[in-house]
């Protein structure tokens, strides 16, 4: 933990991590090295997936669960973040979900109840989030999402680009509904990073093979640090009035044209 970072005396709540892959493990790591204090949410099985993931960080780490279904968990995950950190200046949202059937080539295919499941998981989790930890951002604080432009339609994406969609008007109106709290919302429209949570994307190849070609700065789906630096700047008090925000880490893709 540096004294001197960009982070210094900043205390973090990283939802997210699963594996070392994971975007979410990327920022946890930099934000330590910047000098903050973290703690990871985990949930459901993939809580003691967390667990092990958070051995690989610098600095030992405290796992909470907080399964964004469950409304009993906000309560408790405030007050486990109150325990372990007092404080809260900063809150990476990294969490999302759908169904197989809102996935893949058929948007038609996919039944209210599962796109509901992908639309709390993936949209309205943000406010869960806000709502567990901006009791405790007595200082102001910031809220990141990871996100993927959803300004078109994607092959495959289907109901979790409706969901990521619903994600960037959230951010938009806690942004509004938080500023007078001093709490800033701002978002990572990251290009595609092979993790786990891609993996689970029908046609994800078509992404990866296009995105390096059309990107002005090129792109590396296996380099993580471009997406990580940019949360890791959000979260810092080096973008003081900026909120309401989506910010591209996407070598350019979005910008161009054929």
Known sequence: MSSSGI?????LVITGVLTDASLAFGVAQLAQREGARIILTGAGRGLSITERTARKLDQAVEVIEFDVTIAEHVEAAREAAK???????????SIGFAPASCLGDDLM???????AVAMEISAFSLKTLAAAFVPLMTNG???????FDNTVAWPAYNWMGVAKAAL???NRYLARELGAKGVRCNLVAAGPIRTMAAKSIPSFAQFEDIWSQRAPLGWNILDSAPVAKACVALLSDWFPATTGEIVHVDGGFHAVGV
């Open 7 to 11: 982070l210094a005396g900043k205390n």
């Open 83 to 93: 325990t372990h950190l007092g404080r809260v200046d900063g809150v990476l949202h």
């Open 109 to 115: 295919a996919a039944p209210w109840p599962d796109v």
């Open 141 to 147: 604080g910031s809220f990141v999402g990871l996100d």
């Open 168 to 170: 960037e008007a959230t």
